[in-house]
């Protein structure tokens, strides 16, 4: 069917555009959206990167403002 063609398309298009975006974020803030993309939770995250809680929803926030303003751009 086209119509699930194109939405395939267009999702892999979008995930495609949101990994290089992640890729190019600040070390922090790129490391913590690798580990949620692979479903480590905030614990893991904060444990693993020797961050807090509350630093990793922080960075989380930050970089979920930065990729929504890139994608606008699409």
Known sequence: ???VQEKTFIREEVYYHLQKMIGELSDPVRK??????QEFSN??????LGLTVDSVKAHKKRG???????LKGL
Request: no cysteine; hydrophobic share 35%.
């Open 32 to 37: 913590i959206y690798e580990l949620t993309l």
């Open 43 to 48: 614990e893991e995250i904060a444990e693993q």
């Open 1 to 3: 069917d086209d119509i």
């Open 64 to 70: 979920k403002q930065i990729l929504k303003e890139r």
